[in-house]
């Protein structure tokens, strides 16, 4: 079983010392799911939403998101992103939600791309309320990680050595 890093040896939480890891081309994607009315669909592929474009306000929330993450989660590095990109495609039931993150740093940016991919569906919930109550945002998961010492981690996938 594999320790958990954000402890010490007395149980008390800390930032983990990343000072001696090697700089690394780090990927990660991380995807999520707002199922909606057809009705709050439609609002959004018409661009028809009182409050503005909610595609683009939901991708650019959710760029900011992976930039201010160590701000959010307690225990994060601050990181230099060198690129997040945030996809949302709109299909029969709602709108697929995906964020990649990348950088060239001694740690992963999983957390970054989880959060890019919260904070976009949250601004997408925002915006469309008013239409449909009963959205659900849902299946928020690390698609795949790349780069570090533990090489790379696919969804549905062993893991391989890079």
Avoid: W
């Avoid at 995807?31 to 661009?47: I, K, Q």
């Avoid at 590095?77 to 001694?106: F, Q, W, Y």
């Amino acid at each position: 079983m594999s320790e958990l890093t954000h402890l010490d040896g007395s149980g008390r939480a800390r930032m983990v010392d990343v000072g001696e890891k090697s700089v690394t081309e780090r990927l990660a994607v991380a995807s999520g799911f707002v199922s909606m009315s057809a009705e709050a669909l439609e609002m959004v592929s018409e661009a028809s939403n009182k409050k503005g474009d909610v595609l683009a306000i939901a991708r650019i929330a959710g760029i900011q998101a992976a930039k201010q993450c160590a701000s959010l989660i307690p225990l994060c590095h601050p990181l230099m992103l060198d690129s997040v990109n945030v996809d949302l495609e709109l299909v029969a039931t709602g709108i697929k939600v995906e964020a990649v993150c990348k950088i060239s740093g001694r740690t992963g940016v999983e957390m970054e791309a989880l959060t890019a991919v919260s904070v976009a569906a949250l601004t997408i919930y925002d915006m469309c309320k008013a239409v449909d109550k009963t959205m659900i945002i849902r299946d928020i998961q690390v698609e795949r990680k790349v780069g570090g010492q533990s090489g790379e981690y696919q969804r549905g996938q062993e893991a391989c050595v890079l």
